[in-house]
């Protein structure tokens, strides 16, 4: 079976938890504080914030 394409990420500033993109082609910053929450790689995500949980399809 194929991982979650979307997980929830908690960010480390502010706490907030924010669905994203497990392969995100841009960072992807957190809608609350504007911390950086996932940067890019060319595959999965380089992930700054604490991964909650995955999100089944």
Do not use: I
Not at 14 to 43: D, I, M
């Amino acid at each position: 079976m194929a991982p979650a394409p979307f997980v929830v990420v908690k960010c480390p500033d502010c706490s907030g938890e924010q669905t994203v993109f497990s392969r995100p082609a841009t960072t992807v910053n957190c809608s609350v504080c504007g911390a950086t929450l996932v940067l890019p790689t060319g595959g999965h995500g380089n992930f700054r914030g604490e991964v909650v949980r995955t999100v089944a399809p």
